[in-house]
């Protein structure tokens, strides 16, 4: 295990019916809000109006910034910094998926430093990484079971002009206030709760695949995690009102990505490396396409390292192996893993979201240049199986 300092800031509210709570924590943090959501759902189903309520009621003036999109653009998050700093807000209020709470963070920082989020980010061309050191309170209220950006300390931005997915990150970007409230992710669709639900298990086990230090404590948070949403996912996508499935989904999501499962682990994520710099180019849903990227990365790194499959296949699929060599037992766990994610509607390929091979090498050597210093070697990112740009296209190739 490696060394690491945790210093978490964030309060969690979790349970049905705690959005009520929004008002008071909001007036404990400021007198004036600007509330970041997306273009339509949070106001077509009445969260936004509600949001609006508890705010007014509490003494909180609000403007909302319902510009949020997936895939956030820095662009976008430069001009909600700017309608911030003209409307002197103190505090900034994420309401809604991974990219509204994404974009809040950039907007906490940017309101602060005044400078385009773009020279905060950890990576990019003609990079500047000014360092930033404060930002906005921010509260987090979550309405997807995804990202786990609630209880984190970076925000994945992208800059569409460049292609480039990039990573704003800092200990002030955790959220002072964490609402969660699973009775929020009752309405959503059935398509982004499954994309969801893979994002949760990539987020818990990227580090765990990836690593190969004695970590057996937080490797059996993310085997739990893992677990958790191959047991309770499959009742959300049968029926999207089950309240305690949601609620078991939800708290997933807000651990999984967090530092009581990374401590130690040193922040590696290849599965999400790859999967931003395809979707920097190709704008598909996160979760999606790391339902492509996680099995055909999963085999790779089994071909040669299989120790973390052989866990896998014991711990969360049950797979005793008996008679068999470490790589044909690890390689059952990732066959588990794909009848399972077949059997929701929830593998595809990249053909099936309209990708073919033709820029597998300029995403290869993105992916290297932004994410190669997240504890990667030189011309490789941090992995079990080295992952430089010839095999990260290997790995792109075989998701086809």
Not at 296 to 316: D, G, I, M, Q
Request: glycine share 12%; aromatic share 6%.
């Amino acid at each position: 295990m490696e060394c690491f300092e945790i210093s978490l800031e964030t309060k969690i509210i979790f349970g049905p019916g705690k959005f009520k709570l929004l008002g008071k924590a909001a007036a404990g943090l400021g007198r004036s809000a600007i509330l970041v959501t997306g273009k339509k759902a949070m106001r077509e189903i009445g969260i936004l109006g509600t949001a609006a309520a508890l705010l007014k009621e509490a003494g909180v003036s609000c403007v909302f910034f319902d510009r949020a999109e997936p895939n956030p653009r820095t662009s976008t998050v430069d001009e909600g910094a700017a309608l911030a700093r003209k409307e002197k807000v103190d505090l900034v209020i994420g309401l809604g998926g991974g990219s509204a709470i994404d974009m809040a963070k950039g907007i906490a920082v940017c309101a602060k430093t005044g400078l385009p989020v773009f020279d905060h980010v950890l990576g990019g061309s003609d990079f500047k990484r000014t360092p930033h050191d404060c930002a906005l309170p921010i509260i987090a209220v979550p309405t997807i079971a995804a990202a786990g950006s609630e209880f984190g300390d970076g925000a994945v931005l992208t800059r569409w002009e460049t292609h480039e997915k990039v990573v704003l990150a800092g200990k002030h970007l955790f959220p002072r206030v964490l609402i969660c409230d699973p009775e929020l992710t009752l309405s959503v669709p059935r398509g982004i709760s499954g994309d969801g639900g893979i994002d949760i298990i990539a987020h818990a086990m990227d580090n765990y695949i990836s690593n190969t230090a004695s970590t057996p404590l937080q490797d059996s948070f993310s085997e739990s995690v893992m677990k958790t949403i191959i047991e309770y996912l499959p009742r959300v996508l049968r029926n999207g009102k089950d309240l305690d499935a949601r609620t078991q989904v939800l708290w997933a999501s807000t651990l999984a990505n967090s530092w009581v499962i990374g401590a130690g682990k040193n922040g590696a994520g290849p599965m999400h490396f790859i999967e931003h710099c395809l979707s920097g180019h190709y704008d598909i849903s996160h979760g999606r396409g790391l339902g492509i990227i996680m099995p055909v990365l999963w085999r790779f790194n089994c071909e040669t390292h299989p120790e973390k499959y052989v866990k896998l296949a014991r711990s969360v699929f049950g797979i005793a192996g008996t008679g068999l060599n470490d790589r044909e037992l690890g390689m059952l766990a990732i066959d588990a893993l794909e009848e399972w994610m077949k059997e929701n509607g929830l593998r595809f390929r990249l053909r099936d979201v309209g990708i073919d091979r033709s820029k597998f090498k300029t995403i290869a050597a993105d992916c290297i240049r932004i994410y190669e210093s997240f504890g990667g070697s030189a011309g490789s990112l941090r992995n079990a199986r080295r992952l430089g740009e010839e095999e990260i296209v290997e790995v792109l190739d075989r998701a086809l």
